[in-house]
């Protein structure tokens, strides 16, 4: 016997329910198998990004100490090179234009770190940094605004009389901001030390101490330093 056409037509209705069943189910996710997949990762990351800041930490640390040893090296070159000489923290040194102005020690250290401006860098600063030239921050500090015709992001490792503004994690040389005049008289001091007027190592031990003393005196008394 055939089925009537009354059974027929339930059985296909039937039929095509089940397809739609089939080719919906197996593609998709309940809310709770998606949150469950959510939960598991967010314990993980939990679980993980302790030890990740932890080797990000030593990874500064390692490149600290590094940037510290070169800084050594450098000073004690510079010192070899300079008849046992420490280098200046700040020294005069004449700018692009030949003016003397004041800069700081990492120009006195530049050549001999390699000319790579992030060993006067830390690690773990991201404000205060020599690599990215004067910055804004920077420029607050000393005070001026930051003009066209200047390669602002490039001024360190010469000597300018903004150089001295370029902040470092390791740090600021400076606490005035310069003035031409100062760092004149700043120049006359530095000519006289190199060309060996107040006292240096060819003059023999105890005049060259002698007038090492009379030259921290005579820095002392122009700022104000002597009790």
């Known amino acids: 016997m055939f089925p009537r056409e009354g059974n027929r037509s339930r059985l296909s209705n039937f ?5 739609r069943r089939t080719v919906r189910n197996p593609g998709g996710f309940t809310l709770i198998e998606l949150l469950v997949v959510i939960a598991i990762i967010a314990i993980l990351a939990a679980l ?20 510290q040893c070169q800084l050594a090296f450098a000073a004690m070159t510079y010192t070899l090179d300079n008849s046992e000489w420490l280098n200046p ?4 040194r004449p700018g692009p234009d030949g003016t003397p102005c004041e ?18 860098d830390c690690p773990a600063e991201r404000v205060a940094v020599y690599a990215d030239g004067i910055s804004i921050s920077d420029a607050a ?7 066209g015709g200047t390669d602002w992001r490039h001024l360190y490792g010469f000597p300018s009389e903004f150089e001295i ?8 040389a400076g606490a005035q901001r310069p003035n031409r005049q100062h760092a004149s008289q700043h120049h006359a001091l530095w000519a006289a030390e190199r060309s ?18 009379d030259l921290v005196r005579r820095r002392r008394e122009r700022h104000g330093l002597m009790e």
């Open 15 to 19: 039929a095509i329910m089940d397809s």
């Open 48 to 67: 993980l990004l302790p030890s990740l800041g932890k080797a990000k930490d030593k990874g500064k640390l390692a490149v600290c100490i590094s940037n």
């Open 89 to 92: 923290l700040q020294d005069v």
């Open 103 to 120: 800069t700081t020690y990492r120009v006195v250290l530049w050549e001999y770190v390699g000319r790579a401006p992030s060993i006067f």
């Open 141 to 147: 500090l000393g005070g001026f605004e930051l003009g």
């Open 165 to 172: 503004w370029n902040a470092s994690g390791i740090g600021v």
């Open 196 to 213: 060996g007027i107040l006292g240096g190592p060819s003059q023999g031990l105890g005049d060259w101490r002698a007038g090492k003393t």
